[in-house]
């Protein structure tokens, strides 16, 4: 178990609906990244938050956007969303903000859109 | 276009054989090199990392190897198990603000 609880586990929505995507880090972590999984594909970064604050953009789509509470916990926004957007959605936690730490998964959202 | 790129997409080998995955990155100032494992259903999980001032490390029945100069570094595992099976992602640190990752190599341990 990584420490990293990310909810719901799955969620299936129509094409045009916006959800919402939930991760708590693990105790003590301040940083916060978001990736997309597509079927058969790597990862792709999506945003990170470190301590409140918005670090660094990946491929991130203009539908979609983040942000991470004063508790640390963090939110992934997907609005007007179309058939492209069905992946799995990870949340990874680490100590610092630096990319030369280890980043700690959480077992992912599994996105539908139908 | 990728920053990290690994090879082979897909491994199979006999229980007790070896595997090697490799991977190759474009950032020369990347020098954190984590691999991470993926089972079915669950996320990725660290199972080694090495840093850019070693060459080698060993974990067990796990080591990576890292060339700096030819900017690429390898996986071996040594004595596969049927539980090796799994997806392993290579991944570099990018501009000093993210993790890039390879796409993946699908390891299938045969018993």
């Known amino acids: 178990d990584s420490g990293v609880t990310q909810t719901p586990k799955h969620l299936i929505t129509a094409t045009g609906q916006r959800v919402t995507l939930r991760c708590s880090p693990r105790?003590?972590?301040?940083?916060v990244y978001w990736y997309q999984q597509s079927l058969d594909q790597g990862l792709q970064f999506l945003i990170q938050y470190y301590n409140g604050e918005e670090r660094a953009k990946g491929n991130i789509l203009e539908r979609f956007s983040a942000q991470q509470f004063p508790d640390l916990h963090s939110e992934l926004n997907l609005s007007s969303l179309e058939l492209g957007d069905s992946a799995l959605y990870f949340c990874?936690?680490?100590?610092?903000?630096?990319?030369?730490?280890?980043?700690?998964f959480g077992n992912g959202t599994r996105l539908t859109v139908t | 276009g990728e920053n990290v790129e690994q090879h082979p997409s897909t491994l199979s080998v006999q229980e007790g054989d070896s595997a090697v995955i490799k991977c190759t990155y474009s950032d020369s100032a990347s020098n954190y090199f984590p691999w991470y494992k993926q089972e079915l259903g669950k996320g990725p999980q660290l199972i080694i990392d090495?840093?850019?001032?070693?060459g080698e490390k060993k974990d067990q029945r796990i080591a990576v190897t890292l060339n700096k100069t030819a900017k690429h570094f390898s996986l071996h595992i040594t004595e596969t198990q049927p539980e090796d099976s799994a997806v392993y992602f290579c991944?570099?640190?990018?501009?000093?603000?993210?993790?890039?990752f390879g796409a993946g190599t699908r390891l299938t341990v045969k018993p």
């Open positions: 105790s003590g972590d301040l940083s």
């Open positions: 990874a936690s680490s100590l610092i903000d630096n990319p030369n730490s280890p980043l700690h």
């Open positions: 991944a570099a640190s990018y501009n000093n603000n993210d993790m890039r």
């Open positions: 090495i840093r850019s001032n070693v």
